[in-house]
């Protein structure tokens, strides 16, 4: 959120937006060579053209240290948010992603581009709480690289700027309290037991469609659910002059509900349809309910696909 945020960082994020032409979130990162950023909306690290790697910089986790220059504690602990508890699967996997194409760039001697964001709720609930969506998103023309890499502190340090300044212990020292990232050997709070009770294929195909209606409105964009006229897709997308970006088969995945089956019709639909895309959502009846996107190529890869007889 915007009051997370430092004065400064947020005063040139601000002067960014201002100046900038009006896009969504999903254009910024297009536009910036990731052609397949409409599939990929959730990812927090992009592979573009020219082999150049775009990352996002989370604005409430932006440090600024001495000279005015900003740094960022990037945690290697895939297992567990920021904010506390354990990741769901895809979002170990999105962790996972984004500290690879980081470590690239590391072992490169490159430097990669980011887009800074703030968010519209706390950054401590950015994983958990399911209302969690972009406030600001801009791209910063100041290249940012990573200035070390220390894996058995399970941290990386990322500047921005020039290369030969980093942020002093003192510093680092003062921004992980700042920003909860836990030393290697700090022990873990225990977590509370949660028991959840399983939900029906009806319950999370219901709260699934609901996830990605919310999803794609969030974004500005125009979801109609046509699933009643058995079209072979869920939700057709489209932009607001009314242009088809997409035509969505939605399948959740939950406690009890641990696979899916495309029927006859949607199987049909993703060898014509060029904008037919399936959309899993894993834990759809959860607070931590996240979804990734897949073209009728990946399908077999997507989790809980179970293929018909």
Known sequence: MDKEVDPHVLAVIDEMRLSGPRLTPVEIVAKMGVFDARDK??????LATGDNVIATIWAEHVNVGSGGRWFYLESMDVQHRAGGGTRAPNQVQRAKDRLALLKRTFDAGQGFRTVLQTNRVAIAELESNKSAKVS???????????ASWEPDQLLAVLVRGPRGWEPSEEEIKAARARTSVAKADEPEAAEPVVVVADASPEEAQAAATDYVMRHFK????????????????DIEVSNAKGATLLRVVVKGTATGVPTFKLTS?????????PLWRLLVVSEATSPAAQHKIFKPSEVSQAPGFEPSA
Request: with cysteine; hydrophobic share 30%; charged share 35%.
């Open 218 to 233: 969030g974004y500005g964009y125009k979801a109609e659910d046509v699933s009643g006229q058995k079209l072979g897709y």
């Open 41 to 46: 909306p959730f990812d927090h690290a992009w």
């Open 136 to 146: 600001t998103r801009v791209r910063d023309d100041a290249e940012w690289h990573v």
């Open 265 to 273: 019709e949607e199987n049909a639909c993703s060898v014509r349809e």
